[in-house]
């Protein structure tokens, strides 16, 4: 055996030293807020005691609703006030509600996603001075400029349809609506337009393949303003038309309300009914809408 070869052991290896671990502190449980939970508790009883009401009321007869007041329960559950709603001239109400609320709204949109594409794609002088006219519109309340637009409505032979009511109800939906939509497209990337561009896309293309899909969020929280303003509109129903066929669920409230009584259960009954439709529209809606309010746009 050669001297040069070391017979010694080879040391082991040993393993670095782990470094110390945190002391674990003990579970504790968070402090009581009690002032927070009793402001909460309050508030749930604000928000839900006029919901009851109105539930309750509409399951009582109005003879009983007289003798018992809105707080108590029904001794017997009864759906006379929905039935007498139902067989009078709710339904159709309810479908000139219907009929003024998708026309705005598909109004509002047409417009609405139209000038707002243009306004952002443009980026001219005018574009610009068209955006900050859109904008004057939030600041002239309907109430101030009522006679006008009588005048005109009437000059247009429109007094008393269904029209009337449309027409200046999708005008001050719009601004808002622009609103909303130009931040919203101006959210998408300009390298998707480009990269589009490159294709071969023009302008429509982009619109309807591009900024339409990206922009759904903020199309679904104009739709559901749009749609809103126009189901819970009064001042031009009230004014603009006058015969009951072309009466709105808004006016056809006052069907429950007369001289010397108030039907107080049906017209509860027509205020649930009312909600309905527009509140199956909203958790279709929903993610949509807190998204674009919200400003995330298309993303």
């Given amino acids: 055996m050669s001297a040069d070869t ?12 782990s470094p110390p671990r945190a002391a674990r502190r003990p579970f504790r449980l968070p402090r009581a807020n009690y002032p927070a939970g009793v402001g909460a508790f309050v508030w749930l009883l604000i ?10 009321s ?10 018992n007041g809105a707080l108590s329960l029904p001794s017997s559950i009864s759906f006379d006030s929905y039935r007498q709603v139902l067989e009078g001239d709710f339904p159709r109400y309810l479908l000139n509600t219907l009929v003024v609320t998708a026309a705005c709204a598909a109004l509002v949109l047409v417009l609405a996603v139209s000038v707002s594409y243009s306004i952002v794609r443009t980026r001219s002088r005018l574009s610009q001075r068209a955006f900050q006219l859109f904008l004057l519109g939030l600041a002239i309340p309907s109430q101030a400029v009522i006679i006008p637009i009588y005048l005109i409505i009437t000059e247009l032979q429109l007094y008393d349809t269904l029209l009337a009511v449309i027409l200046p109800t999708a005008a001050f939906s719009l601004p808002v609506s622009v609103l909303i939509l130009v931040g919203t497209m101006r959210d ?12 071969g896309a023009k302008s429509v293309r982009m619109l309807f393949q591009l900024v339409i899909p990206m922009s759904r969020s903020g199309i679904s929280t104009a739709g559901v303003f749009s749609a809103l303003s126009a189901w819970n509109g009064f001042l031009f129903p009230l004014i603009l038309t006058q015969s009951p066929e ?11 309300v007369g001289e010397f009584r108030v039907d107080i259960p049906a017209l509860l009954a027509a205020v649930v009914l009312s909600i309905v439709p527009i509140f199956t529209a909203y958790l279709f809606a929903r993610r949509q809408l807190i998204n674009g309010l919200m400003g995330v746009g298309g993303k």
């Avoid at 928000?47 to 309750?56: D, E, F, G, M, T």
């Avoid at 509409?58 to 003798?67: D, I, K, M, S, V």
Wanted: aromatic share 8%; no cysteine; charged share 25%.
């Fill in 188 to 199: 998408i990337s300009e390298e998707l337009y480009e990269s589009m561009a490159l294709d």
């Fill in 6 to 17: 070391d017979l010694r052991p080879a040391p082991e290896k040993t393993a670095p030293p």
């Fill in 47 to 56: 928000v839900l005691v006029p919901l009851y009401i109105l539930v309750v």
């Fill in 246 to 256: 072309n009466r709105v669920l808004t006016l056809g409230l006052s069907d429950y």
């Fill in 58 to 67: 509409t399951l009582q007869t109005r003879q009983e609703y007289l003798e």
